[in-house]
């Protein structure tokens, strides 16, 4: 059982959608509007969100980036159509997973507990050390040294994510698939991206590597410094 909240402007979903997660046992609360789902997620902490994104008031990608900015709340959106810049939008906004509408709640249901799963284990895995980087995921804070570094929402990810595997070359098709939720060769690119700005933000390049180390062709590999084949 978890408490979800519901945040959607048709009635018909809305009372469908409350109907179905209630009868699985889940504590149900809703909002019609983006403002108002965006208060209600902050002040009532939902274990999971689930974000129509097309509201009356605001759009709902613009809910969901306000949303991130104060909390990381597990969320779900419902897009009205498959159209994959609007799903890839919403997973670079920080959306855990997507359903398109109409979806059954059998297929919701699934999505959910998969994305409760991740966040459940994320939350009990405790930090990561790698030499003076301590990686906290549930909490969501990273730090170098004494200095919390000031990451965004990507570049946690992607650091957390070399960080489970440290030592390991992690590829950039791994990292797309579990960063991003999406694997498209062409989108390669955004990896490096968030690398090179990972990479500044820990005082390194990728010429003079301390903890982040390229390897060609392949990906990349986060090592503690004392022990870089280690
Ligand atoms: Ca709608």
Redesign the pocket.
Known sequence: MATILVV???PGIRTALIRSLSDRGHAVTSSQTGLGGLQQAIDDRPDLVIL?L??PDIDGLQVLSMLRAVSSVPVIVVT?RDDDRVTVRALDAGADDYVVKPFGSDQLDARMRAVLRRTQAVAAEGPIVVGALTINAGTRVASLGDEILDLSRKEFDLLHLLAQHKGQVVTKRDILAEVWRHAYGGAERTVDVHLSWLRRKLGESAANPVYLHSVRGVGVRLVDPAQPDG
């Open positions: 959607e402007d048709d129509d097309g509201l009205a």
